[in-house]
């Protein structure tokens, strides 16, 4: 199993790092899909890599997760191939952004490698086939393979709605995804739409995610969780109040974080940055902040709601200091890109090690017990 990396590292470094980033994007994730087509394939590759290790099973938004790494939105946005991705050892797959309409997204070159920085910028401008057509092909995928995967789907608002229009069109989509959906997220984080990010203002966000409740409510699904995802670019101030609002309307979670447009201590060779241009920079220079929101959440929510961290996770370690953070499930990108097809499973061998290694029977039992330890160490004495 030692060989994949390896070999992956080499096709990387010699073939795709030169190729554009979303061409090369398409050609592997292509090559995946095909090879998951084959009968009997993706099942293989499952025993093989998926998560096996009794430590990592999770119970978390009604379904249970053999592991807690999962594939972040953006990777698959129209639902191409969740079943080659679950092979692969995600113990879920979040599809999306999806949005009510389709679009093509922003022009190209619009995805770019700092790879001295092991990190991504994308301006791709949620490009998809819209929600009436990613939400029937999970149909169809639910028809072959029923439940056995946990798939979320991440919505966001099309470009061309003006903001004053933008509940109708969250509303659309949850709508198609209420019945085919394990749970449901709402993207207000993204820098590459206009306008979308004034939406996490609580004056904002709370009538969006009230209506995007009710219409799950009536659509005959109050089950579904919801949760929504938020950017590491928000004041401490305005962390503190999703969190409060996440409370108050009984969210079932949120995801913390998207992408940045930070780009301070960047080691990537400044006029390469400013090639790249604007977009929400992904993988290891986030890695700081994102912790950093993750312990805020947690010491403001404790585990009243589920905490989702994605953002700079590359090692077992990273996970693991998510978890212990407050991060019931992880997800990663990017560090499938730098990783190889094999990083899930090194991640999922990696975490079941040092739960072990601490004593723990289960990685579930050390969610959010650093940050919790540190809110009773603060607390006043009675």
Not at 38 to 61: F, N, Q, S
């Amino acid at each position: 199993m030692t060989a994949g990396p390896v070999l992956y590292q080499l096709l990387f470094h010699a073939v795709l790092r030169r190729m554009d980033a979303e061409q090369a994007h398409h050609l592997s994730f292509a090559a995946l899909r095909a090879s998951a087509n084959v009968p009997g394939v993706a099942e293989a590759m499952r025993r093989v890599l998926g998560p096996r290790d009794p430590e990592l099973r999770i119970h978390a938004l009604g379904r249970e997760f053999a592991g807690p790494l999962g594939l972040a939105a953006g990777f698959d946005k129209n639902a191409h191939g969740v079943a080659g991705l679950v092979a692969l050892g995600f113990g879920h797959v979040e599809v999306g952004t999806v949005t009510a309409r389709p679009q093509p997204g922003n022009p190209k070159p619009r995805l770019f490698r700092l790879v001295a920085d092991r990190a991504i910028v994308n301006r791709m401008g949620f490009n998809n086939e819209g929600s009436a057509v990613v939400s029937e092909r999970l149909r169809a995928h639910r028809a072959r393979h029923g439940r056995r995967h946990v798939i979320g789907a991440n919505i966001g608002k099309t470009k061309v709605v003006p903001e004053n229009e933008a509940i109708a069109d969250y509303v659309t989509s949850a709508r198609r995804f209420a019945d085919v959906a394990d749970y449901l997220v709402v993207n207000v984080s993204s820098p590459n739409t206009p306008g979308l990010r004034n939406l996490q203002a609580v004056e904002h966000l709370r009538p969006l995610l009230t209506e995007v409740r009710r219409t799950l409510d009536d659509a005959g699904h109050p089950e579904l969780p919801l949760l929504v995802k938020i950017a590491p670019d928000l004041a401490d101030a305005d962390i503190d109040a999703v969190a409060d609002l996440a409370l108050e309307l009984g969210l079932h979670g949120i995801i913390a974080t998207n992408t940045t447009i930070a780009r301070e201590g960047l080691r990537t060779d400044p006029a390469q940055v400013d090639a790249a241009g604007a977009g929400g920079l992904s993988g290891a220079p986030l890695k700081h902040r994102s912790l950093e929101v993750l312990k805020r959440l947690r010491a403001r929510v404790g585990d009243r709601i589920v905490l989702i961290a994605v953002g700079g996770v590359e090692t077992p370690v990273d996970a693991w200091l998510r978890i212990r953070a407050g991060a019931t499930l992880v997800q990663g990108y990017t560090g499938l890109i730098y990783g190889g097809p094999l990083w899930p499973r090194r991640i999922h061998k990696g975490l079941a090690r040092l739960a072990r290694a601490a004593g723990y029977a289960s990685v579930a039992d050390a969610v959010g017990v650093d940050v919790d330890l540190a809110v009773r160490d603060r607390a006043p004495a009675r």
